[in-house]
């Protein structure tokens, strides 16, 4: 007779040798799997979803419990290392004698002498803390008045205004310099070995560098400890229509780096050049720069970066440009949730006025700020802030720096309203405008927020706006991001289709467009401005000009790439359209607010995988009310308004994609 009270003995599963090796290979790249990402594991491997769960726990622990051991080993040695140093200094000092008159040891004169030094050190510490308060009182007091009558700032959290012109003592210096020639010796070694260090992702079939090689490698420490912190690394390679030297130059101009970068780079600037004070080799450009990075959406946390860029001539037509970051202040605005370890670009001057970009990135990232569970997919994967956004990017641009730079009209433009080159830059300088307008705009920080609102997908901030460029008073700004099974391309093909644009843009007022002017701005057939016009039925009696948007016209600017792409426009009435399409005023002066979607992958292909879904984000700005009504207008009534409009148009594009039901 079986005992009722006497328990089951427990039954263990053995994972196989194949299974194990898989799990560790994923766990190398993603530690933490969604539940999507572990219930694909379980069919692959023939598990049960606790037993995915458990082992990863379990690998966790014992990674985090490996990493403590390794970390006490190593400060042991090193302790010993200093020890030993230290003993040997002291055994040194015992057997000097004065150079000048050969005199005895220091002996008892070396406390005496010791203290001197330490009173010397004192007395300098404070006269340099005094001078340095000084100049921050100065600052400060120059910069109270700056912003006594600057507008505020549209987006971001930080501002280069925030960002203080540090005192650099000659340790400082020195500390950035060493830092500086091991990035580019680390991103040689990086650029030059391609079996030893990098190894395939069995995500998504990218190469990522091998972490325990590379430890071995750098001997660098992990400068996040949590068991949420991971690594990012990718690379990747383009050839580009530009001058190698031209590549280069925008690389250490900041203002032009960003212009290279609009959809990437949202805010940089150069804190400072190093001279002759920065012992590095010949033929090298050194500069301390502050970065803020942002994709796609508001739901994706901007990374913003202090680092030291080092751009050095290998040889005769070849170049590295080397980024890493450094804590040298305590006190940087640098985000504390990312760390770039050596990364950045090799470039290879080609005949023909061509270069070879080779792009590396390899950043440490923290959890905490994470992005939305609909982006954390793609942000694991390669095609986040990994390298081949930089080389899509860099490729589009400087097809795009090409087609502005041409003299003669290409054969692909067609227009009824821009008649001269004039015109046409002027147009794709409006276009970059409206386009770098929108990625600001998405960062949606440091403004005033309504987090009740993002409960329901729907992201909205309120600020005054004064900005060159941009129509002033009160403007609006919402975004909601939603995903769709439905590839990137289709979902692009759709929204820009002018037949039936009015089933979801609201500026349509129900009618449809015409366009009456394309200007190419790239190699792809999907790469170009366009400019728009209702069209209103001759059977429906009414006019041109007596319609409700009579007088209403869109530019619209937008690209597909190999990772996604983008819709940008902004409403324009016929006299400021006209205006910027005769070329004969600066588009600086022509006021757009731009609205649009961007359009990505899911992160979701992955090796032998069918093409997956495409998340989308629509982000309006509107302006709700002039400068002379600064106080007016923010209220929950504005708020529910501006929700109501930016919801209503994500349904109407869900049902335009054929995915109504879809939350």
């Keep these: 007779m079986v005992n009722p009270t006497k328990k089951e003995k427990r039954t263990s599963h053995r994972h196989t040798v194949q299974q194990t090796q898989r799990l560790e290979a994923y766990f190398k790249e993603c530690s933490h799997p969604e539940e999507s990402q572990r219930l694909s594991l379980c069919k692959e491997l023939n598990l049960e979803p606790d037993q995915i769960k ?50 005895p040891p220091l002996g008892i004169n070396r406390e005496h002498n010791f203290q001197n030094l330490c009173l010397v050190n004192t007395f300098l510490r404070k006269k340099r803390d005094n001078l340095a308060n000084n100049v921050s009182m100065i600052n400060q007091h120059h910069q109270t008045m700056v912003d006594s009558f600057a507008p505020s700032n549209s987006s971001g959290s930080s501002t280069s205004q925030d960002i203080q012109l540090q005192l650099l003592s000659q340790m400082d210096i020195t500390q950035l310099s060493e830092i500086a020639a091991r990035a580019v010796e680390e991103l040689k070694c990086l650029f030059a070995t391609e079996e030893a260090l990098w190894v395939m992702s069995s995500i998504d079939g990218t190469y990522v560098i091998d972490q325990k090689s590379y430890e071995k490698f750098s001997h660098s420490i992990k400068n996040f400890r949590n068991l949420s ?34 959809t990437i780079v949202t805010k940089a600037m150069t804190i400072r050049k190093f001279g002759s004070e920065f012992p590095t080799k010949e033929n090298c450009n050194n500069l301390q720069i502050w970065e803020e990075l942002h994709i796609l959406s508001p739901l ?118 821009i008649r001269t080159m004039e015109g046409r830059r002027s147009v794709m300088k409006l276009g970059e405008r409206m386009v770098r307008n929108f990625n600001e705009m998405l960062t949606m920080s440091g403004k005033v927020e309504f987090p009740q609102q993002s409960k329901c997908g729907v992201r909205i901030s309120i600020r005054m706006n004064n900005e060159a460029g941009q129509p002033s008073g009160l403007v609006a700004s919402a975004a909601s991001s939603f995903s769709v099974p439905v590839t990137p391309l289709q979902v692009f093909n759709r929204l820009r289709n002018n037949e039936t644009r009015h089933q979801w843009d609201v500026l349509c007022h129900g009618t449809a467009l015409t366009e009456i002017a394309r200007v190419i701005t790239g ?15 001759e059977d429906d009696g009414i006019s041109m000009s007596e319609g409700p948007n009579k007088n209403m016209m869109l530019i619209q600017d937008c690209y597909m790439d190999a990772l996604g792409g983008m819709i940008v426009y902004a409403p324009l009435d016929m006299a400021l359209m006209n205006l910027a399409a005769s070329g004969e005023v600066d588009p600086i002066n022509i006021p757009v607010l731009s609205s649009g979607f961007t359009i990505s992958n ?41 929700s109501s409009l930016i919801s209503s148009t994500a349904r109407d594009i869900k049902l335009l994609l054929n995915c109504p039901d879809l939350e």
Excluded at 523 to 537: A, G, T, W
Excluded at 625 to 637: D, I, L
């Design 523 to 537: 190699s792809k057939e999907n790469n170009y401005i366009s400019i728009l016009q209702p069209i209103l039925r």
């Design 54 to 103: 458990f082992w990863f726990q379990n690998k966790r622990t014992q990674n985090k419990a490996q990493e403590e051991r390794n970390a006490n080993n190593f400060l042991r040695g090193e302790n010993e290392r200093i020890r030993r140093e230290n003993e040997a200094m002291l055994e040194a000092l015992r057997n000097v004698t004065c150079p000048t008159c050969g005199g």
């Design 300 to 417: 994706v946390p901007a990374r913003e970066f202090m680092i030291v860029r080092c751009c050095q001539m290998i040889e005769e037509g070849l170049w590295i440009v080397a980024d890493v970051s450094h804590r040298i202040f305590k006190s940087d605005q640098s985000n504390p949730f990312c760390y770039k370890r050596p990364s950045g670009c090799l470039i290879r001057a080609l005949p023909g006025g061509r270069s070879k970009a080779s792009w590396i990135e390899h950043v440490e990232v923290d959890h905490k700020p994470d992005a939305h569970r609909i982006y954390r997919e793609l942000l694991c994967g390669g095609s986040g802030y990994g390298a081949k956004r930089w080389t899509t990017t860099l490729e589009r641009m400087c097809e795009r720096m090409t087609f502005y730079s041409t003299l003669n009209v290409p054969a692909t433009d067609w227009s009824e309203a």
């Design 602 to 642: 899911d992160g979701r292909r992955s090796m032998g995988a069918e093409e997956g879904g495409t998340i989308i984000t629509v982000a309006f700005q509107i302006l709700v009310s002039g400068e002379e009504n600064r106080t007016g207008g923010v209220n929950e009534q504005l708020v529910n308004m501006v």
């Design 229 to 262: 912190a991971r690594v990012e690394s990718s690379k990747d390679v383009t050839v580009v229509p530009i001058e190698a030297k031209d590549l280069i130059e925008m690389f250490l101009d900041s203002e032009k780096w960003k212009r290279l970068f609009p």
